[in-house]
């Protein structure tokens, strides 16, 4: 199996700033990766797929890239309903696998 | 507009089974797989597996082999997921996902249902 690395686990940022957040394949995966955002007791919303595309209706804030084994997630100009948790998924093999998440909070 | 209704949450007995449903809405059914995800709380996201609806044929994560059985039901586009010898370890959320587009991530989720496991 795929083994995606997620850092960091955490992150505190202040509205307005700009956040990364890093995703690591074991291998390469070849573009196949999708980043999401989950809300408490919500289900996953999706963001990017294919590294790099913005899913419709997505805030231009949001930006994917990166190639290879290595991906990031950028968030431009934070905003309060940024908070969430982040994940990355590779689902360039079976079975997909998901990166352990990162979780966001404001400053 | 793509609606994915999944059951209400369940309690099971270590060692019982319990099957959670996803019905599924605004596209056609048996052209996409639907994928199953496992979240344990506070967790991150496991991949169960995929059935394709219209020839019933799945796959699985290794893992989940034992313990999860996805059938679907064309006559009322419902997807099912049971999970057989409950332990602790099942309890958590459960999501279906249809695969909309590829390649891509899921672009939609059922809203989930919470499995507990208790005696």
């Known amino acids: 199996d795929i083994r995606m690395t997620q850092s960091p686990a955490s992150l505190s940022a202040s509205l307005g700033e700009t956040v990364n957040i890093e995703c690591l394949a074991s291998?390469?995966?070849?573009?196949?990766l999708a980043w999401y955002q989950q809300k408490p007791g919500k289900s996953p919303q999706l963001l990017i797929y294919?590294?790099?595309s913005l899913q419709n209706g997505v805030p231009s804030r949001f930006s994917g890239s990166g190639s290879g084994t290595q991906y990031s997630l950028k968030i431009n100009s934070l905003q309060s309903e940024d908070v969430a948790t982040y994940f990355c998924q590779q689902y360039n093999n079976y079975p997909n696998t998901f990166g352990a998440g990162t979780k966001l909070e404001l400053k | 507009e793509v609606q994915l209704q999944q059951s209400g949450p369940e309690v099971g007995r270590p060692g019982s089974s319990v099957k959670i449903s996803c019905k599924a809405s605004?596209?056609?059914?048996?052209?996409?797989?639907m994928n199953w995800v496992k979240q344990s709380p506070g967790q991150g996201l496991e991949w169960i597996g995929w059935?394709?609806?219209?020839?019933?044929?799945?796959d699985y994560a290794e893992k989940f082999k034992k313990k999860a059985t996805l059938t679907a039901d064309t006559s009322s586009n419902t997807a099912y997921i049971q999970l057989s010898s409950l332990t602790s370890e099942d309890t958590a959320t459960y999501f279906c996902?249809?695969?909309?587009?590829?390649?891509?991530?899921?672009?939609?989720w059922g809203q989930g249902t919470l499995v507990t496991v208790s005696s």
């Open positions: 605004g596209y056609t059914f048996t052209d996409y797989v």
């Open positions: 291998e390469d995966i070849y573009s196949d």
């Open positions: 996902a249809p695969l909309l587009q590829w390649p891509s991530g899921f672009a939609y």
């Open positions: 294919n590294a790099n």
């Open positions: 059935i394709d609806p219209e020839y019933g044929s799945t």
